[in-house]
């Protein structure tokens, strides 16, 4: 996997050109989730977020700096109309294109280049390999972007009154599912149990069925809120010093059968899918 870095050159580097979630993706040898996935635990961001809120914040500069045909800088900045520009840039900023050039003190908050030369790592235990075969998971699910995932937590929730009462299920591990990922980098997650079979699943459940595939396991170490932590080392750590590459396939968190984060019990597995470089 390439670095964080080679990614915000290669977006600041084609920021006017015909950009979007796929052609970046496919620049750097990676699916639009795996992309989003990598970008959004690195920076924050999510990718087209980033991009538009770059390109607005250009567009900004040009109009402070005189830049009178606002139709033009709406086209460089990737919008085919001056009413979609418009319409942006106050979502952006608050005020309107004509409002910055005609005031250009204007105090905007624009968006810089991302410089990702300090990254805040944690010491990360050494992974086990493995490879499983196929399974199936049932539980609740729903669909989510990296930078509204609050639901998450209701999902669990939602799942817990289940627990040893599914149907069909295996063992008492939980899984906590991302897959189904979409063109616009969304994801489905589901947090549920592995299960033999689909049939007489409660009318709420969502299932999927994870093809077989290679894994790198790592115990996070610490409480669940912290996971974040566990996932941006691996992604900026330990995956850019590997050889392996982030697989296109769901990757899950699996719950020990004692797990209780209010009792400080049980431990966390983060299963990541990997391929050969």
């Not at 080392?233 to 392996?244: E, K, M, R």
Request: one cysteine or more; proline letters at 6%.
């Amino acid at each position: 996997m390439r670095s964080i870095e080679n990614i915000l050159w290669f977006i600041e580097s084609e920021l006017q050109s015909e950009l979007d979630l796929g052609r970046v993706a496919q620049r750097f040898d990676l699916s639009p989730f795996a992309l989003s996935r990598y970008f959004s635990l690195t920076t924050g961001w999510p990718v087209m977020r980033y991009i538009r809120a770059r390109r607005l914040s250009d567009a900004a500069l040009a109009l402070r700096n005189g830049q009178p045909d606002i139709l033009q800088v709406a086209l460089t900045a990737g919008y085919g109309s001056h009413e979609a520009f418009t319409r942006a840039f106050c979502e952006q900023f608050g005020v309107t294109p004509k409002q910055v050039r005609e005031q250009p003190d204007n105090d905007l908050s624009l968006v810089e280049p991302l410089r990702m030369k300090q990254l805040k790592l944690i010491e990360l235990p050494e992974p086990r390999f493995e490879r499983r075969g196929e399974w199936v998971i049932a539980g609740v699910g729903g669909r989510f972007t990296f930078d509204k995932n609050e639901g998450i937590v209701g999902l669990w929730q939602a799942f817990d009154p289940y627990m040893d009462q599914v149907p069909g299920q295996v063992g008492r591990w939980c899984y906590g599912l991302c897959c189904n990922p979409g063109e616009d980098g969304s994801f489905e997650y589901i947090a549920g149990i592995e299960v033999s079979r689909i049939d007489g699943l409660p009318a709420s459940f969502r299932s999927f069925k994870v093809a077989p595939q290679d894994y790198a396991v790592f115990r996070h170490q610490g409480h669940i809120s912290m996971i974040h932590q566990t996932m941006f080392t691996i992604f900026n750590q330990w995956l850019p010093a590997s050889d392996y590459r982030f697989a296109d396939a769901p990757e899950f968190e699996a719950y020990s059968p004692d797990f209780d984060p209010g009792r400080e019990t049980g431990y966390v597995e983060v299963w990541i899918p990997i391929a050969r470089r």
